[in-house]
């Protein structure tokens, strides 16, 4: 757990509002208004800043009050800022060099909690005004936070400072583009792992570096900074994603037949390190400027598109509490998936037939009749020299 450092009270403190965020399914419960609400902000005072994150949790409505129409977001948030405004965080126990959340309500009995200060008294218009004497606090540290990885983690990368980075950077004569940057902390971790582990691998996507900066969470501002990564350049690879080329209808532009042995290929050098993909689709096969498929999105754990799951993953909602070889035998489906949409957007050509019977194996509803990826590309190794595939 960081340090505890608790500001000097004798300046009032300087404010600066990030984002707002509140539950949005109040409406579907018939509530006028939310469960609990939430304002970021940098809490600045000398050379030292903390980030905090308000969060009140219940209702700012009393119980024998009249029937409330729902507020507009715009109101809520400023009513709730303006309550925000007077509270003297000074006297709460920030975190050092990360985002503390003091989380406020009326009735916290399952926590030890201290009273809210205020610098004064919120307006009468302001209905938190009516509970304010009641409300306490306890302190935590913000479990969504973005998590920004160290850059001391990866030294093998090439760090770039982000502030010189644009949306296209040319290095080395080379174009690279940011196409990744941190929203999810675990994502980005794997990611990076990954992109580490399969460095050089053909067929699977490349990194060019990593943006780093300094932490943006930092308390000090005088002291040396430690270095977090923001974000992953990825090679730039021109030839764009499958899935525009599929639906641009211009499959027969490239010399596609390969496209299967590569994706298969890379997908089971990521089966061989005990990783998986969960995400197999045409968005995430991208071409590059010889034409060749390179398999992106590799963190295993960056999202699932519901079309693309396996019946079996489909009937348990896609969870992941699935053992390796669920997880495997997922990618492996998906992947004749994408072989059966890619033989059906290739027109009249003798290896469709090849790649819709293997599509078919691949994709058997019962697990143990699914061919294994291993059996698919010995089957498409043994076609390419075949005439009906020369070109594979």
């Known amino acids: ?3 505890i450092t608790a500001p000097d009270p004798r300046t009032t403190p300087q404010l600066e509002f990030k984002s707002y965020s509140e539950d949005i399914y109040f409406r579907a419960a018939g509530k006028p208004e939310p469960n609990s609400r939430s304002q970021t902000l940098i809490y600045h005072y000398q050379d030292r800043r903390w980030w905090i994150k308000v969060t009140f949790a219940g209702s700012v409505i009393l119980p024998d009050a009249e029937a ?11 009513e709730f800022q303006d309550f925000v405004r007077l509270i003297d965080f000074h006297t709460m126990p920030l975190l050092d060099d ?4 003091a989380i406020i309500s009326e009735d916290q009995k399952s926590k030890t909690t201290e009273p809210v200060i205020l610098y004064g008294k919120p307006k009468d218009t302001n209905r938190f005004a009516n509970i304010a004497k009641h409300l306490q606090f306890y302190v935590q540290e913000d479990p969504l936070r973005v998590d920004y990885p160290l850059r001391l983690e990866f030294p093998s990368f090439r760090a770039i400072d982000a502030a010189e980075l644009r949306e296209e950077h040319e290095i080395n004569s080379r174009v690279f583009r940011i196409l990744y940057m941190p929203h999810d902390s675990e994502v980005i971790q794997a990611e990076l792992e990954n992109l580490e582990r399969f460095n050089g691998v053909p067929g699977i996507v490349q990194s060019a570096g990593i943006a780093v900066i300094s932490n943006p969470y930092a308390t000090s501002q005088t002291n040396v900074l430690e270095l977090v990564i923001s974000g992953i350049l ?13 639906n641009e209808q211009r499959v027969r532009e490239h010399r596609w037949e390969r496209w299967a042995l590569q994706i298969g290929t890379a997908l089971r050098i990521i089966h061989n390190a005990k990783k998986f993909h969960m995400d197999i689709k045409p968005s995430n096969v991208v071409l590059d400027r010889d034409g060749n498929a390179i398999l992106i999105d590799i963190s295993g754990i960056g999202g699932q598109t519901y079309e693309w ?3 079996e993953i489909l009937a348990e ?10 997880l495997e035998s997922n990618d492996v489906w998906a992947y004749g998936k994408l072989l059966d949409v890619l033989a059906s957007n290739a027109g009249d050509s003798p290896f469709t037939a090849t790649l819709k019977f293997i599509a078919e194996h691949l994709t058997e509803e019962k697990v143990q009749r699914r061919w294994t990826l291993s059996q698919a590309i010995s089957y498409l190794n043994t076609c390419k020299d075949t005439d009906q595939s020369k070109h594979v």
Request: with cysteine; aromatic share 12%.
């Open 234 to 246: 990825f090679e730039y690879y021109s030839g764009g994603t499958l899935e525009c080329v599929l």
């Open 1 to 3: 757990m960081p340090p």
């Open 68 to 78: 409330e129409q729902t507020k507009p977001t715009r109101e809520r948030r400023n």
């Open 98 to 101: 990360t985002v503390t959340e």
């Open 317 to 326: 909602n896609g969870e992941f509490d699935h053992p390796f070889e669920d």
């Open 309 to 311: 799951l396996a019946p």
